[in-house]
């Protein structure tokens, strides 16, 4: 009896994932107190960036960087308990931005900053990435120094896997790709233009209220549209700054943008001046409300998730080589920093995931 009270007591922590330099990292969110534990390096190579997971299968995706090159590799548990290893590698031409897999684990694209492209790759059945892909090339430019160039920064499949969205910084759109069922068979559908200088950089999408997010890298605004899943188009809805200062534009830049599962919280970080920034939701309209906005705790917050159960944030620190956790007000999305902090050199994405 004694041990089946001890063992019911026991505290559940959920894993946390986070690419750096040095390759792909394992911490445990202990969901009770928010505490991470010491991270262990999964796998080893040279530096990730970006980091997704199949849908069903043991199986993550990181953008990967090492003496070969640059590309993508699918990573599996190794023989010994704790350790990874990369189970496939495919070559691209630039270094990767986002990543995301389908929701049917057939494909897996990839954004390229630097390259005007986004990449997708068919997946065999066990995860592999194959070598079938199409190269999505994109063109535009904006008014600003970052935007001589289209530069992809932000992929997802939507609609059953039908559409692919990719949001391009460097033109200042939504580019939205129909999806068939092998890659040669994608093409573009439309575009939705941004003001000029928005520099649209990731976007979350909300299909429950059917609103999406998007962090304006340049202006420093949340940009908020209505989503037709029938039609895969973008309405706009709502421009809101995320700092009063329109001067800090240009030395400061909006990086990761999120939704709490409650659908009632938008979260946006803001590099260089390194802020955390909350918003409402309002149920009836989408159109949001600033919180608060306070220290990240961290220097250049380039990502951060959002815990499985709602209750913590994780934002990782690139120029601090650390992440810290904040506790979320379920009432009133407001963040509280606190005490549980780990350390990773340049930390660039971090996920939580629930499994693995």
């Known amino acids: 009896m004694l041990l089946a009270i001890v063992g019911f007591g026991v505290a559940q922590a959920e894993p946390i994932w986070i690419a750096g ?26 530096s990730g960036s970006f980091l997704a997971i199949h849908p069903e299968l043991d199986i993550l995706y990181s953008s990967y960087r090492n003496d070969q090159g640059l590309g993508y590799a699918s990573l599996q548990a190794g023989g010994a308990e704790g350790e990874w290893e990369v189970q496939s590698f495919q070559l691209v031409e630039s270094g990767n931005a986002h990543l995301a897999v389908s929701a049917n684990g057939r494909f897996l694209a990839g954004a390229h900053w630097g390259g005007r492209s986004n990449y997708v790759f068919e997946l065999e059945s066990d995860g592999r990435i194959s070598g079938r892909l199409i190269q999505l090339e994109q063109w535009g430019s904006g008014p600003a120094h970052s935007q001589e160039q289209s530069r992809p920064h932000w992929v997802a499949f939507a609609d059953e896997d039908k559409l692919l969205h990719s949001v391009d910084l460097g033109s200042d759109e939504i580019w939205t790709y129909a999806v068939g069922d092998s890659v040669e068979a994608i093409s573009l559908e439309h575009r939705v233009k941004f003001p000029r200088g928005t520099g649209p950089r990731h976007m979350a999408l909300d299909s429950g209220s059917g609103l999406a997010y998007v962090s304006g890298e340049l202006n420093l605004a949340v940009n908020t549209f209505h989503y037709d899943a029938r039609s895969g188009r973008f309405s706009p809805l709502q421009y809101i700054a995320t700092v009063e200062d329109e001067a800090a534009s240009g030395r400061n830049s909006l990086s990761e943008i999120q939704v709490h599962e409650s659908g009632r919280f938008v979260y946006t970080a803001v590099r260089g001046l390194d802020l955390m920034v909350a918003f409402s939701a309002d149920p009836e309209t989408g159109m949001l409300t600033k919180v608060e906005q306070q220290g990240a705790g961290v220097k250049w917050p380039r990502n951060f998730t959002i815990s499985d159960s709602g209750k913590w944030l994780i934002v990782a620190g690139q120029h601090s080589d650390e992440l810290r956790v904040f506790s979320i007000d379920q009432n009133t999305g407001e963040l509280e920093p606190t005490d549980s902090r780990i350390e990773v050199k340049a930390p660039m994405c971090v996920r939580a995931w629930g499994r693995l």
């Open 21 to 46: 330099a040095g390759g792909v990292y394992r911490s445990e969110l202990e969901d009770e107190s928010g505490q991470l534990s010491e991270p262990d390096l999964a796998c080893a190579f040279g």
